[in-house]
């Protein structure tokens, strides 16, 4: 969160993935699906502010987990296989 220079490049990765939903959309699609973490207000906001005005309906879906299990489970097989802990003790 701390990372200002990271933060903005993946808000930059984010508005062209969207754009790029967009125009697909425009040219094939009828239904997009946009997998991001979108939980904050804010980036909900700019999601809205960019659909909305080319006429598209947007819902919001929201998956909640708060099984200790499920969460450990995904943590051991999604964060720990992950290039970013390469070399970095699972513990």
Do not use: Q
């Amino acid at each position: 969160p701390g990372n200002n220079e990271g933060n903005l490049a993946r808000s930059h990765m984010a508005i062209a993935a969207m754009d790029d939903l967009i125009n697909w959309l425009h040219a094939h699609g009828r239904v997009g699906v946009f997998d991001a973490t979108n939980t904050t207000k804010e980036r909900r906001e700019i999601l809205l502010n960019r659909l909305k005005p080319e006429g598209f309906s947007v819902i919001f879906i929201e998956s909640i987990c708060d099984s200790p299990e499920v969460i450990a489970t995904n943590i051991r097989e999604v964060k720990t296989s992950s290039p970013d802990y390469v070399g970095v003790d699972p513990e």
